[in-house]
């Protein structure tokens, strides 16, 4: 049963209408997977932490950092902010089975795109039988 789930795919639809193939990912998977630096550890770290409203330790952690407003703290703000695409991008890398994607492709990507398939690959948007997004709160027929 693990190594079955270890290996589905949910066929998704995403905004920009484009096809995906995608298989479901923990950044826990992801980490032990891709042999990552640190910072991007420490950012799939803070990024599953979730307080009690949903928000995650990383994006708090972001906010703090821009509100302090010193030099220091937007420049580590910052850091945090492109590590968490870089994370992104190798959650989006790793999960995509079809189309077969390389990073130059990232670039292209429409950007809601890139976000809703990193959603997915980690259960946090729900996909239908059809393969469009769906509210999570939904009851299918």
Known sequence: MAEAKRNAVVNMTASSGTRYSV?????????????MPDDLIRAALLDSIRDNKGVSA???????KLQAGDKRSLGEATKLSRDTVALRDRLVLAAVQAPKLKPKD???????????IAAVAQHRLIV???????DPLATFP
């Open 23 to 35: 298989r479901p990912m923990t950044l826990d998977e992801l980490v032990a997977a891709n042999g």
């Open 58 to 64: 990383l994006s708090l952690e972001i906010a703090a």
């Open 106 to 116: 990232l670039v292209a990507l429409d950007p809601y795109d890139l976000a809703e």
């Open 128 to 134: 239908d039988e059809e393969g469009r997004l769906a």
